[in-house]
């Protein structure tokens, strides 16, 4: 558990402190800091990131999964999926930040990736219809935060870990995000001028489905 700063401290001149954000707004990717004449501030993690720093990020994420679609056991796993859906999140966050969106406006989105998508649509973003129709179902069906504490029970095997079953559902995955990576690194790529050097990474179909 985290300890608050002993009282007192805000009464120092210049003195910032930092509260847990479970204490104030429930969200663990800011914090609350409170300035040196009282006034309290929300800091945004990655507020200071670019777009192309935003999108670089989203590439580590969708390339960590791709590595874990290597590894046979794990291909179709839950660490997998989530860190598909996060790269998911962090390229919508990234065309948001190129759209002109604050650092502020996008956290209040909350991992509600199908808001995400329809402001993103809003600013000019296009995917494929199936794409959308999938980011669609994984946004209502709550995979986002799902994954990150459930796990098949069902299997009463006398080994472990259970045989692998085909997974259709992280194909599509795979498939949306490697759509939504292509759009973003576009839109990122032609806000550099001409006379610039591309810098984005290509995120052209790698295979590991």
């Known amino acids: ?29 800011c914090r609350h800091v409170r300035d040196g004449l009282g006034a309290t501030v929300v800091k945004v993690w990655g507020g200071g990131l670019t777009p192309y720093g ?18 046979g056991r794990l291909s179709d796993k839950n660490p997998r999926r989530l860190l598909y859906l996060h790269a998911l999140e962090t390229y919508l966050r990234a065309f948001l930040c190129l759209s002109g969106h604050t650092p502020e406006e996008i956290r ?3 991992h ?4 995400m998508l329809t402001q993103c ?14 980011i669609e179902a994984v946004a209502a069906a709550g995979d986002y935060v799902r994954v990150r504490y459930d796990i098949d ?25 490697d759509d939504l990576a292509g759009v ?8 550099f001028s ?13 295979g590991d489905n």
């Open 54 to 71: 935003v999108l670089l990020l989203a590439e580590e994420y969708r390339l960590s999964g791709n590595v874990l679609g290597r590894e």
């Open 184 to 191: 973003v690194e576009a839109a990122v790529s032609s806000s």
């Open 108 to 110: 209040k989105f909350n």
């Open 194 to 206: 001409d006379s610039e050097v591309d810098p984005v990474p290509s995120s052209q179909p790698t």
């Open 112 to 115: 509600d990736i199908e808001a």
């Open 1 to 29: 558990m985290r300890r608050l700063p002993r009282a007192g401290a805000e009464s120092l001149p210049g003195k910032q402190m930092e509260w847990p954000c479970h204490a104030r707004c429930r969200r663990f990717y």
């Open 121 to 134: 649509e809003a600013d000019g973003l296009k995917i494929k219809h199936q794409s959308r129709r999938f």
């Open 153 to 177: 029970l069902s299997y009463r095997g006398e080994t472990w870990p259970p045989p692998p079953r085909p997974n259709v559902s992280m194909v599509l995955l795979h498939d949306a995000l």
